[in-house]
């Protein structure tokens, strides 16, 4: 025999169990550990062994599978979820993904019942089920996160509903608002964030099972039965479409990525305000860090992680768009490209929610600064334009009026309260002692009390009314 014969000869021996029937040669040892997925597709061993446990029982149901081999499947099954538990499951690359290797280890524990679970289906719809179940379960996680959050968000919003600091358009000082309104402004994004992963998990929540390969299956299966035991609202309704769209994933990804630029949003806010220029919040020490050569340093170590964590995730919903598009029906192998940026999604995004949740109740205002940094930058010169629009001057004319007394007010190093009644009924002779009300902080505040204002009662009122909303979508 040539060396080669001998090759092929050792090959036919060895060739992958689970579809060696037609092959020749063994894999490639680098293509074997090139194809495989089970160092990640592990992670869903236990929706993978669930969603086994009922496609067995159906097969029972409809008199394809026996009592006594659903009996050892059920066993086997139970006993493979135990070692991998436990940690002395030995996964396999040759056995190239988790589907496989569990079914193998399966049969060798129960014999040839082992070898009959996988009637009727197929890895592709095995895959597709499988990830839905995951991430369906996941997303329950970020949601139940990202709702820790926002009552972190109405802890510190009605602490600080009074707390006035300077509202900004362009970075620039533009009008006062409450420190309570802007950690409620923070809420409402999340809001919107989970209310979006609630609508993709509506969405994914539909069973694949049963469209085995690509063109369902020949056996009389009960694919509402199947549907109904995982938890699915339905069986999906063509079986083309289940083995090969990843439109879920793509969908989580999205919502993740929105979230995560909410998240980077507030990031930055929160590294402004705590740098010493700024100098508005006190970020407790246990989410900073110092620096190796400046004693000083004290640096927000956590948001700035999240905020560059942002652009993983941002990238991941790129690489799932680019995966699937062009793909032609069904399933094609670039699909198993899908698991790892839902993974790193996930992993990212529970993990800057949890810092975020953990972080966010501990954060102290420095009120006196906030409010110096609210007085300067002429923060209440629309209030004056408004009071003189209530004394009768068309709005174009106020606008007009103050901006003069802006222009005064800088050349003498002044803020507008702090200008004479004198000085200031040179602009408008409409002006009288109760303009000084309008031009405080507080009384401009208070005077946006209206739904969605800023006024401090409103931020109360909008508070209780949030946490209503929270406790009802539980
Ligand atoms: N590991 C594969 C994946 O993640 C499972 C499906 C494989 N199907 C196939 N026909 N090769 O997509």
Not at 68 to 75: Q, S, T
Not at 268 to 278: G, P, R
Not at 298 to 309: A, F, Q, S, T
Not at 409 to 417: I, Y
Request: charged residues 25%.
């Amino acid at each position: 025999m040539s060396t080669e014969d001998q090759k092929k000869q050792a090959g036919k021996a060895q060739v992958n169990q689970s579809w060696g029937g037609r092959f020749s040669e063994q894999t490639d040892a680098f293509v074997e550990a090139f194809t495989a997925s089970v160092e990640f597709d592990q992670r869903m061993y236990r929706q993978d062994i669930a969603g086994s446990r009922v496609h067995a029982r159906m097969l029972n149901k409809v008199a394809v599978l026996s009592d006594d081999d659903l009996a050892a499947i059920l066993d086997g099954l139970d006993q493979v979820e135990a070692e991998i538990g436990n940690g002395s499951f030995e996964w396999s690359i040759a056995r190239e993904d988790v589907h496989m290797n569990i079914e193998a280890r399966l049969t060798e524990i129960i014999g040839d019942a082992g070898k009959r679970l996988h009637t009727g289906r197929s890895r592709n719809d095995q895959v597709a089920t499988d990830i839905r179940l995951y991430l369906r379960e996941q997303i329950v996680q970020v949601i139940n996160e990202a709702k820790r959050l926002q009552h972190g968000l109405l802890g510190l919003a009605e602490a600080e509903a009074d707390t006035i600091m300077p509202g900004f358009t362009h970075l620039q000082a533009a009008q006062p608002v409450t420190f309570g309104h802007h950690m409620l402004a923070w809420f409402e994004m999340l809001a919107r964030d989970v209310s979006r992963y609630e609508d993709c998990s509506a969405r994914m929540n539909m069973c694949p099972l049963g469209a085995a390969a690509l063109a369902g299956t020949s056996y009389p299966i009960d694919r509402e039965f199947t549907a109904e035991l995982l938890g699915f609202d339905a069986p999906t309704a063509n079986s083309l479409d289940s083995v090969s769209d990843r439109d879920f994933a793509i969908e989580f990804c999205a919502a993740s990525a929105m979230l995560m630029t909410h998240l980077s949003r507030m990031s930055e806010e929160l590294v402004i305000w705590s740098s010493i220029q700024f100098n508005f919040i006190e970020l407790p020490d246990r989410f900073c860090t110092g620096s190796s050569i400046m004693p000083q340093k004290k640096n927000p170590d956590v948001p700035e992680l999240v905020r560059g964590k942002t652009g993983r995730v941002n990238g991941n919903l790129v690489s799932l768009l680019t995966l699937m598009k062009s793909q032609p029906l069904a399933y094609n192998k670039d699909n198993q490209e899908d698991k790892e940026p839902i993974f790193d999604t996930l992993d990212t995004v529970l993990g800057s929610l949890r810092a975020f949740a953990d972080m966010i109740p501990a954060i102290q205002c420095k009120h006196a600064n906030m409010y110096a940094a609210a007085r300067q930058g002429f923060s209440t010169a629309t209030d004056l334009a408004d009071y003189l629009v209530r004394k009768g001057l068309p709005f174009r004319d106020a606008h007009e009026a103050v901006g003069s007394a802006v222009a005064v007010a800088m050349e003498q190093q002044k803020d507008l309260s702090e200008l004479s009644l004198e000085v200031l009924r040179g602009f408008s002779a409409m002006i009288d002692e109760d303009v000084y009300e309008v031009l405080t902080l507080e009384g401009s505040v208070a005077s946006r009390n209206h739904i969605g204002g800023t006024a401090p009662e409103q931020v109360r009122r909008a508070v209780v009314e949030a946490r209503n909303r929270l406790l009802e979508s539980v």
